[in-house]
């Protein structure tokens, strides 16, 4: 088979979990080099708020977040660090649409998911404008790849620049763009929730997303991205 990113086969024997995958996502799977230049974020000596390499309990952004949202015990979680790799992946996947790569984390994500039962998953939505020019949403894309299920209870009312073409200061400025669908009204009280993002930067934007979700009493609301 083939890695999923660059292209070159991998020629090794599969494991047994691998053989009970779903096969689009074994015959989909990155290669060991590519893996390599993708770097897993440790816990250890990591902000308990956002998982930001630090060796204090919260970052700067995390202790401003909470003067903000007092009475939300915030706690983000994501997979890798958004390095250099990191940030050519997406620019493959998201701007330039090759939607094959959806596959390239599934068997990390379902590794992940495996830990976060009788949850609801609630992936970040996108404006109707941008999914006319993308196509697909990225934060879906991936959870299908790796066969999660989720609830498109948020939506996005409101368009604008893409988040990484905007300075720091222009996404904390950025105003509400969330609204709640009216099943996610009903479905989301005294539930736990993960809300599901591609890229974690400032906190901004999943900030927003929780805030109309807190509304609506859940009983937990948890975080997550690919990369942070």
């Known amino acids: 088979m083939k890695c999923n990113y660059c292209a070159q086969m991998i020629n090794r024997n599969l494991t047994l979990k691998e053989i009970f995958l779903p096969k689009k996502i074994v015959s989909e799977q990155l290669c060991s080099h590519c893996v390599k230049t993708f770097q897993l974020l440790e816990k250890k000596d990591s902000c308990h708020g956002c998982q930001r390499q630090t060796n204090k309990l919260y970052c700067e952004d995390c202790l401003k977040w909470q003067r903000h949202y007092p009475n939300y015990d915030f706690h983000h979680e994501a997979l890798f660090f958004y390095n250099q790799a990191m940030q050519e ?96 009204q009903k479905k989301i009280s005294n539930k736990e929730i993960l809300l599901v993002d591609d890229i974690y930067t400032t906190g901004r934007t999943i900030f927003h997303a929780a805030q109309v979700i807190l509304e609506m009493n859940p009983s937990k609301l948890y975080t997550f991205s690919i990369a942070r």
């Open 89 to 184: 992946w997406f620019e493959e996947y998201k701007f330039k649409g090759n939607y094959r790569l959806r596959y390239s984390f599934a068997n990390f994500l379902q590794d992940y998911f495996k830990h976060k039962k009788n949850v609801i998953v609630i992936p970040m939505p996108i404006s109707n404008e941008r999914m006319k020019v993308r196509g697909f949403n990225q934060v879906e894309g991936l959870l299908d790849a790796a066969g999660i299920t989720y609830q498109p209870y948020l939506e996005r009312f409101v368009d604008g620049v893409s988040q990484v073409q905007k300075t720091r200061k222009d996404r904390l400025a950025l105003k509400q763009p969330f609204l709640l669908t009216k099943e996610g």
